[in-house]
């Protein structure tokens, strides 16, 4: 017996970043605030019973031959999931890659909670979302988001989540061409670590930022650029540790205009943004 599931992979937006410290095992403690929108990769899935004769092999197909590695999160989340439940079958796994690598979008945290989410209900191996949430976790501070699928409020490393709800918005998103290491700036001397902790009020003021983004405009022209152009058109930031910069609109026909207009060397495409995913009712 075989059994396949299709499901959407969301990107995410931060609507601001802060860096509020750093603890004792290195990671750091952030204040987010996670916008889901309705840009994603594809994930085909297909699992097969103890009948088949790889019943256990994990296989991973993508049009781009560099996101098919052993390493990629879509098999380690099915790995991490299969060394949890004791489980035994196998699954093949297509990606349709979409969400732009390296930019601070959250593609590969997306892409392995979708995996996990899915496996968990084509296995039948019977985790609720607070388990999924406990394996994703530490595939990447970000997997937990995608697995309740709601925009949210995030502290800790990005893993305490508060549900949240947000005016509608369209963003036009822009990706410079470049690929930003996450980690060579979050171990980089000049990083801000000690932003104050804030409310939800102080957001609603306008009294954020992203305490990456100076760094990664100093090191990254590309970035640099793209926001100086995004900000002829709307206030722009930066998602994450970028690449990906974005302003929000009101209409979508101001997002596609702008979009429209991006210089050559960019790529760009227009999302709205969502208080729930697909994923969020799977």
């Known amino acids: ?12 937006l931060n609507l601001f970043l802060h860096i509020t410290g750093r603890r004792a095992d290195g990671y750091h403690e952030l204040q987010t605030l996670f916008q889901i929108i309705d840009y994603c990769d594809v994930l085909h899935v297909v699992t097969t019973d103890s009948t088949d004769e790889q019943k256990d092999a994990l296989i991973l197909q993508c049009d781009n031959p560099a996101l098919t590695g052993d390493d990629n999160l879509i098999l380690r989340a099915a790995r991490a999931l299969r060394n949890h439940t004791g489980c ?14 390296g930019a601070g979008l959250g593609g590969g945290s997306s892409n392995a909670a979708t995996t996990l989410v899915a496996l968990n209900q084509l296995w039948r191996t019977g985790l609720d979302v607070a388990a999924l949430c406990d394996i994703g976790v530490r595939l990447g501070a970000d997997v937990p988001l995608f697995v309740r699928g709601e925009s949210a409020w995030a502290e800790g490393i990005g893993e305490i989540l508060t549900p949240v709800d947000l005016p509608p918005k369209i963003y036009a998103v822009i990706t410079p061409n470049c690929h930003v290491s996450t980690e060579a700036i979050f171990s980089n001397q000049q990083l801000t670590r000690n932003t104050t902790a804030i409310k939800m009020a102080a957001f609603l003021d306008g009294q954020t930022r992203n305490d990456c983004e100076n760094i990664v405009r100093r090191l990254y022209p590309p970035v640099d650029e793209a926001l100086n152009w995004l900000n002829q058109h709307a206030p722009a930031r930066m998602t994450g540790t970028g690449a990906s910069v974005f302003a929000a609109f009101d209409r979508e026909d101001e997002a596609l205009d702008v979009v429209s207009r991006i210089p050559v060397d960019m790529k760009g495409f227009v999302a709205k943004g969502l208080q729930r995913s697909a994923l969020s009712g799977t």
């Open 1 to 12: 017996m075989t059994d396949s599931l299709t499901l959407k992979s969301p990107a995410k």
């Open 88 to 101: 035994t079958s196998g699954a093949s796994i297509t990606l349709e890659k979409h969400i732009p690598m």
